[in-house]
C-alpha cells in the first residue's frame, strides 16, 4: 500500500522560512519523480517544484524559482521543499505527489503523477 504523507506546514509570518518534508513509503521499486504541488483557497492547484529520482533534473514554477529548493533522500523515501523569503500569496495548502517512473516526462502536470498526499497547510501572515 503507498502512503504519502507530509509535514511541516504552519504559521508563519511574512519572510519567514519552512522546510516541508514528503515521506512515500510502498512504492516499488522506490519513489520515481516526487513533485510539489500547492493549492489555494479559492484557486485550483498548481504545480510547484518536482526532482527526478537521481536529483539531477529539477524544475520549479516561476512564482518560487530562487525562494524554494526541493530536494531529496532516496534512502528514507523523502522528499524535502525549503521555502525562503516567504510572502503572503504562498499561502496554500502543498501537496506532495510522486509515482513510480524513474525517467522524466512533463512532471509539471499533475496528471504525471499517481500518488498523492493529503496536504499540509501553510499560512503566511503579514
Known amino acids: 500500500q503507498v502512503r504519502v504523507v507530509e509535514s511541516g506546514g504552519g504559521l508563519v509570518q511574512e519572510g519567514a522560512s519552512v522546510k516541508l518534508s514528503c515521506v512515500a513509503s510502498g512504492v516499488t521499486p522506490g519513489p520515481g519523480t516526487m513533485g510539489w504541488f500547492r493549492q489555494a483557497p479559492g484557486k485550483e492547484r498548481e504545480f510547484v517544484a518536482f526532482?527526478?529520482?537521481?536529483?539531477?533534473?529539477?524544475n520549479y514554477a516561476d512564482s518560487v524559482r530562487g525562494r524554494f529548493t526541493i530536494s531529496r533522500d532516496n534512502s528514507r523515501n523523502t522528499a524535502y521543499l525549503q521555502m525562503n523569503t516567504l510572502h503572503v500569496e504562498d499561502t496554500a495548502t502543498y501537496f506532495c505527489?510522486?509515482?513510480?517512473?524513474?525517467?522524466?516526462?512533463?512532471?509539471?502536470?499533475?496528471?504525471?503523477?499517481?500518488?498523492w498526499g493529503q496536504g499540509t497547510r501553510l499560512t503566511v501572515s503579514s
Open positions: 505527489a510522486t509515482n513510480s517512473r524513474w525517467a522524466v516526462g512533463d512532471d509539471t502536470r499533475a496528471s504525471m503523477y499517481d500518488y
Open positions: 526532482i527526478s529520482r537521481g536529483g539531477s533534473t529539477i
